[in-house]
């Protein structure tokens, strides 16, 4: 690996996080000993179920739900797709809506925004509403877009790109302020990251998922309000009370429920992080000509993202791990593309300086020293950059 004789400081935990010795330790006997399956009959079987429901107990505690309105799937893609499809399309029928119409916003992951593009291919009247440059939604501008077909609202609860946080509760309001319509939060960012409460937040759907927060790839949630009604998403055997059939994953359901856990106790080290976090934006915004993306105080506790004139993100990306930093240039999911972030072209930045973009998202476990060593070679990167630059 380039960076062996390097310093190594990862600082992509948006993209995905390490799993804790914690977490990895408590999964690990549900992979070795009680590898049962939770619908078997006999002990093992048994002895799985009483764990599973376990773990969903202990993240229901977490996010402030009921035991029964979480609902376990394999990341928070397919918790996104579910709720979006399950939620409109059964809002509309019980309505007698021929056309449904859905809302979302500009800046969404592609989980939703894809959705959307999916539903709107297959007759849905669709609304995209805007953000400031800071990346903030209004309530009013929600509120104004509903109409009498609207079906569903879906709005992030932070974003995976410039870390700015939503003020949800007050859309929720805003919202149920006309009419009782569905309302989504991915909230894939938030939960682990800030406080999660789905009674205060009003919701009536909130996706997360297990590798954001130091547990492994391949499990999400899905929190469903009591009453709320949604389409069965995969038919089969009828686990998670037949919305969401396939034999759950239990291992890493537990390791999810362990991570969370941890996450919420360690939410009092959150101005720990903030302070590391602020120090990175001070000293990256030294740099002449750079600029911060995203709500300068309202935004995730670890998240720093910035845009650069006169260089290509790319460049400072590949530069970057040549140092041994782990960065990325926006959502993990679409850093192949070529395309300028649909973002930070939605908070009104010129497509020239979008493609100089830097994500850097730190954890509890960065230290100064490893912000100093970021803040020192994204200087000298930048700089060298600049000087090969025919544009700058």
């Not at 996104?80 to 809302?103: C, L, M, T």
């Not at 009536?204 to 998922?209: A, I, K």
């Not at 919420?264 to 080290?269: L, Q, S, T, V």
């Not at 260089?311 to 140092?323: N, Q, R, T, Y």
């Amino acid at each position: 690996m380039i960076f062996m004789e390097k310093r190594f400081v990862y600082a992509d935990n948006a993209a995905t996080t390490r799993v804790y010795q914690e977490v990895a330790a408590e999964m690990l006997p549900y992979l070795t000993e009680h590898y049962g399956n939770p619908s078997s009959l006999h002990f093992m079987g048994q002895q799985a179920k009483k764990a599973l429901e376990s773990a969903r107990e202990r993240t229901a505690s977490v996010l402030g739900a009921l035991p029964e309105e979480i609902y376990f799937t394999s990341c928070g893609t397919e918790s996104d797709n579910w709720a979006i499809r399950g939620a409109s399309a059964v809002y509309a029928k019980f309505n007698k809506i021929e056309k449904p119409h859905i809302i979302t916003t500009a800046i969404e992951h592609h989980a939703v925004l894809h959705t959307f593009e999916a539903l709107k291919a297959s007759g849905y009247e669709v609304t995209y509403i805007g953000v400031d440059k800071d990346g903030i939604v209004s309530p009013e501008s929600v509120a104004a877009a509903i109409k009498d077909n609207t079906c569903l609202v879906a709005i992030m609860y932070a974003s995976n790109e410039v870390g700015t946080i939503e003020p949800i509760a007050d859309i929720v309001k805003a919202v149920k302020s006309i009419r009782n319509i569905p309302f989504l939060t991915d909230a894939v960012q938030a939960v682990g990251n800030i406080p999660v409460n789905v009674k205060e937040l009003g919701v009536d759907m909130l996706s997360f998922s297990g590798h954001k927060i130091h547990a492994p790839k391949g499990v999400g949630g899905l929190y469903i309000k009591k009453g709320v009604r949604l389409k069965n998403f995969i038919e089969g055997g009828g686990q998670e009370k037949g919305k969401r059939s396939g034999t759950e994953g239990l291992a890493n359901i537990i390791a999810m429920a362990k991570a969370m856990e941890i996450s919420r106790d360690r939410m009092p080290e959150r101005a720990s992080l903030e302070k590391k976090r602020d120090k990175l934006i001070a000293g990256i915004t030294s740099i002449p000509d750079t600029y911060l993306t995203g709500h300068p105080t309202k935004r995730l506790p670890g998240n720093a993202s910035f845009v650069f004139k006169g260089i290509e993100g790319e460049s400072l990306l590949f530069l970057l791990s040549a140092a041994g930093i782990c960065g990325s240039t926006g959502s993990a999911c679409s850093s192949a593309s070529l395309e300028p972030s649909h973002v930070l072209t939605s908070l009104g930045l010129p497509v020239e300086i979008c493609h100089g973009s830097l994500r850097l998202t730190i954890d509890y476990d960065t230290t100064d020293e490893d912000i100093d060593y970021i803040i020192e070679n994204v200087k000298r990167v930048v700089e060298r950059l600049r000087e090969m630059s025919p544009i700058y």
